[in-house]
């Protein structure tokens, strides 16, 4: 039974590909059918996802790694000398995740609906495409947890690049009036570019573990004589001098996950990416994709963990040095936010560093543990900012509505300063984005509280009884992380004040209303987990542990490391609402924290302006070489074959273009010719087929007929879609399906 | 070993075919017009030459060139539909051409190669051979089919016709290519012992991923859904007399390549391919019959009703066991495909008899041709009713036998399946048979018939009824020639 | 040598483009061309197969040149077909031609 269901682990990332396809080429034209169909390609992976969590956390030695991973070999590649085989697996950290992603995934995927304004009068024009998208990146997160190689990992590491990008740029004709602001085409673009520094180096780290060991099968990889043969190996480079294999390896696949979680100095995509629709932030940019750089991390703890200090093996002090200096910086930029969305995304880079240096301390559990609880409390989070701006976005366009002169365009829903006093207009969004954000303040006992608390612990405890990562490094960390957490309460009571009390400081905040079920729904849901899924970990019974550290010492409670992270969230609440919240902002009135910090606020609201320094050094000299490069082309030289080739591409691509227009029409007409006659077919069954006389079946029967009739649309490209569908379908009924019906 | 001439006697029914053909197109060259009418006779007397021909290799059992061209029963057989069903579609169209096209000769020297195309897939014994058949067969089909230049529909329904075509049969090769790699051998008979040998379940897909390729292929030439979409627009636009050769000749072609390669190269596949046609037989049968009810055209409608009757015929394909059914289902295929052919023919005569004096194809014309020609009127009635399936016609004895075999094996859904198929069918056959009989006309013109269709009708009715009343010889000929 | 399934790798991918270009072009012409590729992508599946498997016996070979005849024949008749076409339409563009449906 649980050896059979195990072997169906491959089927969890397939319902959402699936899903995928299903609305890209049926259900496209239909709202209804597309939410459908990505609910329950979605519901089918959660469910499936589920029952295998509670399968092994009911019996989690069968799961343990080394021998207990359960492969599923899928299929293998012969190329040239060697096989790759590819095939997905289940372990217990597998199984935690997919404890959180098909979940989170689901709730993000109910509230979707209501945000992209399904049933209102102004629904999102590209609203079947933006299901389709969340589904492709759904399967491409589930494909990446069960991933048993680091290939398909990577390969799903770029689907969900790839599905970041469009989702980021989903609005791609909104511009704004204000030329620096970046605009979402752009910040899918730099999304895009940004990470794919990261993945670049990963590759090359995957490239060069492929060619010392020949395999990149995890189980191969982190086997005891391959990391001890990566250990011994030494590896010359320039500059570097030489290292460990193991040392260099794990610094590039670092590199990925660098670009990936948003780390320094690669996070700079990340608060741009909140230019995406809310669902797409709360799911892509802060629950799961960027949580990939983290399990990524975890899933090559071994290769980490080869080389020791001593021995030359930097790779974990430079993981803990960037996660340690990544949570502290990005945490003093949200101080400085004023975008709902935008404080998110710096605590969201804040959190993810300190999974990072978590990792980079040997905190397995803690940060593992950290992972979970964020992603449903920050997946809270941005869906109740979500709601907020939906909520006040609508009361513009009520009083919008109301005078016609009023500035379109000008007003900003996502900035806080138009906010203010919601507590009242969205009771249940409030209510819930408080759990969430206690949840990450750190406020015992949500959940955020003992996953951070256990890191701090572990730090403390590394610095104070062994010195098996150093005895700086521990310290630092724990220093850094400890100021942090102060900083995140501060920010995030200064976020709930400005949102939800005082008095509204605009009309459009003044005519703000709830949200709709579906969208209030998930928020209670997660709000729900944010609660309790802490109490999982405590430090007295904690079953992160057990399910996922069996390889790993237990880290003791330490009450000093508690109390003081304890006083210091709750200070900084504290003086968050002392700040903002007993006298509330009045519109135009400025942050007093402006008036405090004075220069330091305008570096941290400009973050540090390490943008511009990256325009400076990296984007202008690039943008030069290229003008040069024109310059030389379009002067000298090859002017005319350059031209000639150039336009032959251009026409190329035209065509292209042309050819994918033509594909997505044609399937997508005949599909939905096809899909509206069966909908009418179907309609006409309930109508008419209850009467169950005669009469009604010789009605099915000539509707039948009249509906498969429009299948015959007179172009002959449907009729060899139609055959050429059929014909796979046939196939992979006589391929896949009859060999399990023998 | 044979000699040159020995060689020469046994292909003579195609070499016949090809020198009719190429007289007829030099003829076409030099006669004058006034006597161009001599061509249709002369491609008879070709026709006629080939026939005699055929027969004269009955009970011959011979491969020629390394076991590329096979002789047996079963391929006389089909020969004999071929010269046929091309002998009375050439009586049929005499005439029909007149005012639509100058171009007249050329017609039946392709329709003589097209006949020659399906004397050589009943021949075929080796995957290369299949392919060159089949592609012959269909290159003259397309250009058959948009022959009337100047008529919109019909070069719509040639180019519509060419590029399903073309693109099913290059997705056929591509399951040739696969089924070679899988044996390493083109021959079928060899390939069916390659398969046979080779029980290792790891070898099982690539013949799979074969036989779906082939079936799409295949499928194509019967018309079997979902590859059957080609059909109906193709036989609106293609000229009459073609789109009737195009329901019996191509059809019977398709199914004897079917067969041939189905149980000489992949009769162990058969508990896959069982599933596969008993799926596309239903599709097949259902999507016709539902599709018929709303056509306004009658060519539509009997290239629909045709689509249906190619999802009955397999059956008896699905029916094929090696143990109980083995030659019965294939000879009650044959039976079928003989039946078939004259009632089939037998209704596109009326038809071309209707357009010809009406002009048009609408069924809304057949009002009232009781009363324009009491004939034409009681012919279609027998025609309809054998396509229905009800005795005492040619097609009921087809379905039974089919049927019968279907019983053996207790595929009783299936029999149930086609039977409800045949109580739906009766509804579009009739809603033309009401107009013709009980509508009154729009006008009361009657509506002559020329010699030729007289004598096509005559036939066709008279082998209609008398594979029915006297069934038995057909039945043994059909027995005779199932043999692979 | 080089193995048999990059050959094939190669072909199926030469296929599916064909499909692709069979079902995603407007133009008749076009749709002619993704069928050559089909057909080619076959040609290459013979000679590898016949290569690795059968080098002694021809027959993959000779198939092979079969099918570029009959491809030639095959566009022959498909070109003259688009003339007849674009003669009495002025179009080659198969979405205009639905006066048959249904």
Known sequence: ?742 | MLIASQILGLIAPQWILLVAAMLVLALDLTLGEEREGWLPYIALLGLGAALVASLSLWNRQVALFEGLFLIDRFAVFFQIIAVLATGLVILASIGYFEGKTPYKGQFYALLLVTALAITLLASAADLVMVFISIEVLSVTSYTLTGYLIADRKSTEAGLKFFLYGAAASAIMLYGMTLLYGATGSTNLAEIGRTLSLASGEGSRWLPIAAIVMLLVGFGFKVSAAPFHQWAPDVYEGAPTPFAAFLSVGSKAAGFAILLRVFLTALPDFRVDWFALVTTLSIATMTLGNLIAIFQENIKRMLAYSSIAQAGYILIGLACWDPQATGRESISAILFYLLAYLFTNLGAFTVVIAVERAVGTNEISDYAGLIRRNPWLAAALFVFFLSLVGIPPTGVFVGKLLIFAAAVRLEYYALVIVALINGVISLYYYYGVLRRVFFLAPRDEAPIAVSTPLRVVLAVTLIMTLGTAIFAQPFIRLALTSAVL | MVPLSWYLMVSAALFCLGIFGVLARRNAVAILMGTELMLNAANINLVAFWRHLRPDVMSGQVFTLMVFVVAAAEAAVGLALCIAIYSSRGTVVVEDMDLLKG
């Not at chain 1, 790759?84 to 372990?91: E, N, R, V």
């Not at chain 1, 609906?113 to 102004?122: C, D, L, N, Q, R």
Request: hydrophobic share 50%.
């Open chain 1, 1 to 742: 039974m649980r050896e059979a269901l195990f072997n169906l682990t491959w089927l969890i990332p397939l319902f959402p590909l699936l899903a995928f396809a299903l609305i890209i080429l049926w259900t496209h034209p239909s709202r209804k059918w597309s939410t459908w169909v990505a609910w329950i390609g979605i519901g089918l992976a959660w469910l499936l996802g589920w029952t295998m969590f509670f399968l092994s956390w009911g019996d989690i030695h069968h799961l343990t790694p080394p021998e207990g991973n359960h492969p599923v070999p899928l299929w293998a590649l012969p190329t040239g000398g060697s096989v790759l085989k590819i095939g997905f697996q289940i372990d217990t950290l597998t199984a935690l995740m997919l404890f959180m992603v098909p979940f989170v995934c689901l709730m993000i995927f109910v509230y979707s609906k209501g945000y992209m304004g399904y049933g209102t009068e102004h629904p999102d024009p590209r609203y079947s495409r933006f299901f389709a998208y969340i589904s492709l990146f759904a399967c491409g997160m589930l494909g990446l947890v069960v991933s048993d190689n680091l290939l398909t990992l990577f390969i799903f590491w770029e689907i969900m690049g790839l599905c970041s990008y469009l989702l980021i740029g989903f609005w791609y004709d909104k511009s704004y009036p204000d030329p620096n602001r970046i605009t979402p085409r752009q910040a899918g673009l730099k999304a895009f570019l940004t990470t794919r520094v990261g993945d670049v180096i990963m590759l090359i780290g995957l490239l060069l573990l492929y060619s010392q060991v020949g395999s990149l099968s995890f189980k191969d990889v982190f086997s005891q004589e391959t990391l001890h043969m990566l250990a011994e190996q030494e590896l010359w480079m320039p500059i570097f001098g030489t290292a460990p294999v193991a040392t260099v390896i794990a610094i590039l696949i670092f590199g990925g996950a660098v670009g990936k979680s948003a780390q320094f100095p690669l996070h700079v995509w990340l608060p741009d990416a909140m230019e995406g629709p809310t669902p797409v932030s709360a799911l892509i940019h802060a629950a799961t994709m960027v949580s990939a750089g983290v399990y990524l991390v975890a899933r090559c703890f071994p290769l980490f963990m080869a080389v020791p200090l001593d021995h030359g093996g930097v790779q974990l002090a430079v993981v803990a040095f960037i996660g340690a200096f990544t949570a502290l910086a990005a945490s003093t930029i949200a101080l400085a936010q004023n975008d709902v969305k935008r404080v998110l995304a710096y605590s969201t880079i804040s959190q993810l560093g300190y999974m990072i240096a978590a990792l980079g301390i040997g905190a397995y559990v803690a940060a593992v543990f950290h992972l979970i609880t964020h992603a449903f409390f920050k997946a809270l989070l941005f869906l109740g900012s979500g709601s907020v701006i939906h909520g006040v976005e609508h009361g513009h366009h009520k009083i919008a509505h109301g005078h016609h002169d009023h500035e379109e365009g000008h007003f900003d829903p996502n900035d806080m300063m138009n906010m203010g006093g919601l507590m009242n207009k969205m009771p249940r969004t409030a209510w819930t984005f408080i759990i969430g954000g206690g949840a990450l303040a750190g406020i015992v006992p949500l959940a955020g509280f003992w996953s951070k608390d256990e890191i701090l612990a572990h730090a403390w405890h590394e610095f104070q009884h062994t010195q098996h990562f150093g005895t700086f490094w521990p310290l630092f960390v724990w220093l850094l992380l400890t100021v942090a957490a102060a900083l995140t309460a501060f920010y995030t009571a200064r976020q709930i004040c400005l949102t939800f009390l005082g008095e509204p400081r605009t009309e459009a905040a003044r005519h703000a209303h709830e949200s709709p079920p579906s969208m209030t729904w998930p928020l209670m849901i997660l709000a729900f987990f944010a609660v309790i899924l802490g109490l999982f970990g405590t430090p007295w019974a904690n079953q992160y542990h057990e399910l996922v550290g069996e390889a790993f010492a237990a880290t003791p409670f330490d009450p000093f490391v508690a109390g003081l992270s304890t006083v210091l969230a709750v200070g900084g609440a504290v003086c968050g609402w002392l700040v903002y919240g007993r006298a509330p902002l009045r519109a135009g009135q400025v942050d007093p924290l402006k008036r405090w910090l004075g220069p330091v606020h305008g570096v941290l609201e400009n973050k540090y302006y390490v943008d511009e320094l990256y325009r400076l050094i990296v984007i202008r000299p690039v943008l030069r070489l290229a003008e040069l490069c024109a310059k030389f082309d379009y002067d000298w030289v090859i002017n005319r074959l350059v031209n000639t080739i150039g336009q032959l591409s251009i026409r190329t691509a035209e065509r292209l273009g042309g050819l994918d227009l033509a594909v997505v029409d044609g399937t997508v007409n005949l599909v939905g010719r096809a899909a509206r006659g069966l909908s009418t077919l179907s309609n006409t069954v309930d109508l008419k087929g209850v009467d169950g006389a005669v009469n009604g079946i010789g009605h099915v029967v000539k509707a039948g007929g009249r509906q498969m009739r429009t299948l015959q649309s007179g172009w002959v490209q449907d009729y060899l879609l139609l055959a050429v569908t059929m014909a796979i379908i046939l196939l992979g009924f006589m391929l896949l399906v009859l060999p399990i019906l023998r």
